[in-house]
């Protein structure tokens, strides 16, 4: 039997599609085979998928520590793909023929993340040719994971490569074992359906809370309602981590996502620990208006530094020095280190565990060589705080390697507005902050929250804010807002590979904990609270 979901429902039926649409993830996760057509044959996609297929049968991919290495039948000769520290082989316009079929419009689809992901076998074809879905989504990853030479598609276009495929590489990461609802706003990205409730009901399947398909409610009611629902569930705020308040559409509570936009930065946010650390939240949501939480109010904003503006192209010098200025904007005076009770170059590792800590080797357990040194971030820092002169001039005064690094910096901080309070605090959020709201830590999120005082007049009783959005703030990010300075300075957080090997635990289904330097690489603090 064939099902082809376009001919088998009756689209202007409510009755027929809730029922149907509920039916689905049975459909696929029963089928034998899924068939991804793309279309017919078409600049050169039978060269593209021949290179997928090659680079899909030598690479092996751990989705959930993102390791790529080489698979068990890869000789020798083809190890380089699944190696992360050597560097992809292929220029020249070579990978011009994968661009134009990682652009085909079956990939932008919201439907297909379930129809793939509960897949037991899908052969993805293009005209004539043919390979697995599993040969695809490795070799995404192998794009993602090592990177690309710019000459690798024609001029001007690396920019729209490292979007397509970063955006296929999280729904490749899509899983029939379930997904959290926090992921689904950045993982569907400018993912398109005609309905804007079926960014839920495309995906009700793989959620872990329970979705019944209801074409008869408005969007924003299937919003809310499930918003409400999953944060009584989880009893944690990890969804306002989607929740952006200028990218905002419809009138819906602001610790409601917005769904039915993308998320204004090309990834979420990523935090190696937590700024509440860990504990529970005391929350309650009271009607559809509200939800009543407990933290720390920490500091208004200051002022709003600026905003990186999205990577468009390569970057050169005049961008570098955009850089250059974000980053001294950050700088402490003398009285905010004094507050703080910090010298500035213990203010400069804070900075860089906050901002770059996942982004570098240290961060992970084992070292992730694809990754910076760390202390190269903490030397350029130092260095740029220390200097006024521009990018040109700055490269000739240092062995390190400026550009690399400030390239490194920019992913970190492209698109993200930066901002500063006073006392030496400082951050990164999505757009949309003033200076007046409120940074605060509150139990059940990993990251700081930005918070807008709402006049009482307008919804009545208690005192009520707006949810602006999350942030990333140097000496928050992990637990000093509770902790206070009773953690020892050198003390890491850090990402172990290690599953459920008993000594590395994981908390909150996070495989993390703290890392003692002083004591070995091997022994490491668990902070059970």
């Known amino acids: 039997m064939i099902w082809i979901d376009a001919l088998c429902i009756d689209q202007r039926s409510t009755q027929e599609k809730n029922k149907q649409v509920a039916a689905m993830g049975r459909i696929f996760s029963t089928a034998s085979t899924v068939m991804i057509w793309l279309g017919p044959e078409k600049d050169d996609s039978d060269s593209a998928l021949d290179l997928i297929e090659h680079i899909g049968h030598h690479v092996e991919v751990n989705w959930s520590s993102h390791v790529l290495y080489p698979s068990d039948q890869c000789p020798d000769t083809e190890k380089h793909w699944g190696t992360l520290h050597e560097t992809f082989p292929l220029r020249d316009g070579a990978l011009t023929s994968v661009l134009a079929l990682l652009l085909r419009p079956y ?43 710019s000459d690798s598609v024609p001029p001007g276009r690396i920019s729209e490569f490292n979007r397509a495929f970063s955006a296929l590489y999280l729904m490749c990461r899509f899983s029939r074992e379930g997904f959290v609802l926090k992921h689904l706003r950045p993982t569907l990205g400018d993912a398109e359906c005609r309905d804007p409730r079926d ?12 979705i019944k398909p209801n074409y008869s409610q408005g969007t924003e009611e299937v919003y809310t309602n499930v918003a409400r629902k999953e944060t009584v569930r989880r009893q944690d705020l990890s969804l306002l981590e989607s929740c952006v308040l200028s990218s905002r559409t419809l009138r819906l509570p602001s610790w409601t996502p917005d769904w039915s936009t993308r998320l204004p930065w090309k990834e979420q946010m990523i935090a190696h620990w937590s700024a509440c650390a860990w504990l529970s939240s005391h929350l309650s949501v009271p009607n ?11 500091r208004p904003v200051q002022k709003v530094t ?20 974000v980053l001294r904007d950050f700088k402490p005076a003398t009285g905010d280190l004094r507050a703080l009770n910090i010298s500035r170059r213990r203010w400069i590792k804070r900075f860089c565990s906050a901002f770059f800590g996942a982004h570098s080797d240290n961060g992970y357990f084992p070292w992730n060589p694809s990754y910076l040194d760390f202390k190269q971030y903490v030397e350029a820092i130092e260095l740029i705080h220390s200097s006024t002169a521009d990018f040109a001039t700055l490269g000739w005064e240092t062995n390190l ?23 030496g605090y400082v951050g990164l959020s999505y757009s949309g902050v003033q200076a007046g709201d409120f940074v605060t830590v509150l139990l059940g999120s990993k990251f700081p929250v930005l918070l807008r005082p ?37 003390w890491r957080p850090v990402r172990h590979d290690k599953g459920d090997i008993k000594g590395f635990e994981q908390i909150d289904g996070h495989p993390l904990g703290f890392h003692d330097p002083d004591r070995g690489v091997r022994l490491w603090i668990w902070l059970r609270l």
Do not use: H
């Open 107 to 149: 990939f932008n689809r919201v439907w297909v993340r379930q129809e793939i992901a509960l897949a037991s076998f899908a052969v993805l074809t293009c005209g004539y040719r043919s390979t697995t879905w599993e040969n695809f989504r490795k070799t995404i990853a192998c794009f993602r994971l090592k990177g690309v030479f």
């Open 199 to 210: 960014k839920i009901f495309a995906v009700a399947t793989l959620l872990e809370m329970m």
């Open 288 to 298: 559809d208006e509200r939800i009543c939480a407990t933290g720390v109010a920490v």
């Open 306 to 325: 600026g905003r990186m503006l999205e990577r468009s192209q390569e970057l050169g010098p005049d961008q570098f020095d955009q850089i250059l200025k």
């Open 401 to 423: 390697d400026l550009e690399m690094i400030l390239d490194s910096i920019y992913e970190v901080f492209d698109g993200l507005s930066s901002f500063v309070c006073d006392d």
């Open 454 to 490: 709402i006049p009482a007049s307008t919804l009545g009783g208690p005192p009520t804010c707006e949810v602006v959005s999350v942030a990333i703030v140097a000496g928050l990010m992990e637990g000093e807002a509770i902790y206070g300075r009773s953690l020892p300075p050198d």
